[in-house]
């Protein structure tokens, strides 16, 4: 007997509050090095070392203030804050990819649109490499029986 799933009409992929959490913990505690650096008379390390960590808050706090949806995959196609709407029928080679620089491994949803290549970074969003993947599949599959 076949399995009969439920597929919402659109699955929509947000930042993860937790990684901004995590990275804010850390930012902090960067600033207290530099700050400690200051104190100690190293000052343009310190004061360097501040002014990246700031950077980086205000970054963060933007994405963690950010409640909109930043990829929707639906039977329709695929949406990204930065890339817009694309009909599948206009997508190929949709798949989520690694890719490893030294020791850092990151994912990214890649396809290609009317031939030129899309990446969307996953490393922010609160979905796992391996589910976009399998919403991949299931959403193509649904376009294609329409």
């Not at 937790?18 to 310190?46: E, K, M």
């Not at 929707?72 to 490893?100: A, C, M, P």
Request: charge should be positive.
């Amino acid at each position: 007997m076949d399995q009969i799933y439920f597929l919402p009409t659109e699955t929509r992929i947000y930042n993860s509050k937790a990684s901004a959490v995590f990275s804010t913990i850390l930012l902090l505690s960067f600033s207290y090095v530099g700050y400690l650096l200051c104190t100690r008379n190293f000052l343009v390390f310190g004061f360097g070392l501040i002014a990246l960590c700031i950077a980086g808050l205000v970054i963060v706090i933007k994405i963690f203030i950010d409640k909109k949806p930043q990829v929707v995959i639906s039977d329709q196609g695929i949406f990204s804050i930065k890339n817009g709407f694309h009909s599948w029928e206009n997508l190929s080679y949709e798949r989520v990819i690694r890719t490893e620089i030294g020791t850092k491994i990151s994912y990214y949803l890649q396809y290609y649109y009317q031939g030129k290549k899309i990446r969307v970074n996953l490393a922010w969003l609160k979905i796992e490499p391996e589910e976009v993947q399998q919403l991949l599949i299931k959403y193509r599959s649904a376009f294609e029986s329409l």
